[in-house]
């Protein structure tokens, strides 16, 4: 696909792109599109009054969503949204698409196809919360792409409150890390899990610590930058824009009311929040 260029053109005149999660994981997501994407600014919005999402009723969820949408898009109008959380986009993305059907939307799945393709031994495990283990989506992912593979689903209910707290500076014990990646990890007819797939935003930021950890060297399957290539790929490239300044890009709260660790978080991502 080739990217769509226009003349010299004033950076106020370029839509920002949105970058949504229901927490701090999506900024995995963030950290790739600026790279990929210099002339654009960046809105990211947190859902923190809604996290976790693993706890939700799907219906209730769903309709949360679609509500936090309606308003964004009336009140930012962005050239794209990237859905950058596997649990929103895989219970609400459809229903996303079909709501607002003038915006793009680029979602986050599992990176299970990916994981089949690569996998040498066969075993590949699945690293996602709960919700997202147990959306069909999911489920169909597996069957269109690892059918010929041994797919472990593992649910953690811990993991992302955990992200949260490692990637503002507390501490996070090695019992508790091993407790939830542990399961991912297993031996069958002499050959071992080689990939785990990361399918929740938030897991990346303690990729150092899942490696550290782990019994045996697996491949940690990070779709962040996958995900910030499609988007690239969607919006027009605009040749002759000045490279866009980040002190004015900014994060939204639905809680409206972020804590100091979580503002100086956003602004060492170079985000007012």
Known sequence: MTAATSPATNRTDLKPVL???SGIGGLTVLRE??????????????DDAGFPYGGWEEGALQERIIALFARLLAEQAPELCIIACNTAFTLAGAALR??????????TVPAI?????R???????????PGTVKRAYTRDLIQSFASQCHVRLVGSENLARMAEAYI????????????EILPCFIEKDG?????????????????NLFRKYAPWPVDWLDPAEAIARQARRLVPFVRDA??????????????????????????????RA
């Open 119 to 129: 996998t040498r031994s066969g075993l590949v495990s699945v690293l996602a919360t």
């Open 19 to 21: 970058v949504f999660d």
């Open 98 to 107: 079909e709501a607002f059907p003038d915006m793009t939307f680029v979602g």
């Open 191 to 207: 050959r071992r899990t080689d990939i785990v797939v990361l399918a929740c935003t938030h897991y990346p930021f303690m990729a």
């Open 33 to 46: 599109a600026r790279v990929l994407m210099p002339e654009r600014g960046f809105i990211y919005v947190a």
């Open 113 to 117: 196809k990916p994981a089949a393709e």
């Open 242 to 271: 000045l490279q866009h300044p980040e002190d004015q890009d900014f994060a939204i709260f639905t809680s409206g009311n972020p804590d100091f660790a979580t503002r100086r978080l956003m602004q060492g991502f170079g985000l």
């Open 168 to 179: 503002r500076g507390e501490p996070v014990s090695e019992e508790a890390v091993k407790a």
